[in-house]
Nanobody, 125 residues
């Protein structure tokens, strides 16, 4: 079983940047893929980005591609989401997720079996 703890959320002005972190424990971190999802009030949880276990493959939602970067440090058991050029529509609770039975990433929330508690990102216009 994996435990995930996100941090780094907060309030930022449109055009600003934030870096989210997700610390993992309980499983061998470099054996599984990770992802970031987000959920805004009244909306379904949506895919943001995913990264393979080695970090060699990354995929992004179209709405964040070119602005967000997912990365991981396997020595620190941590995955990051660097968010630049933030827009008001990026405001949401951001969740990191672990796909502990597969080394490759996925766009689908159902493919992840470990979730963090979420961290709030608020973007003011």
């Amino acid at each position: 079983q994996v435990q995930l703890v996100e941090s780094g959320g907060g309030l930022v002005q449109a055009g600003g940047s934030l870096r989210l972190s997700c610390a993992a424990s309980g499983r061998t971190f470099n054996s599984y893929a990770m992802g970031w999802f987000r959920q805004a009030p009244g909306k379904e949880r949506e895919f943001v980005a995913t990264i393979s276990r080695s970090g060699g493959s990354t995929y992004y939602a179209g709405s964040v591609k070119g602005r967000f970067t997912i990365s991981r440090d396997n020595a620190k058991n941590t995955v990051y989401l660097q968010m630049n050029s933030l827009k008001p529509e990026d405001a949401a609770v951001y969740y990191c997720a672990a796909r502990t039975y597969n080394s490759g990433g996925s766009y689908y929330a159902r493919d992840y079996d470990g979730w963090g508690q979420g961290t709030q990102v608020t973007v003011s216009s």
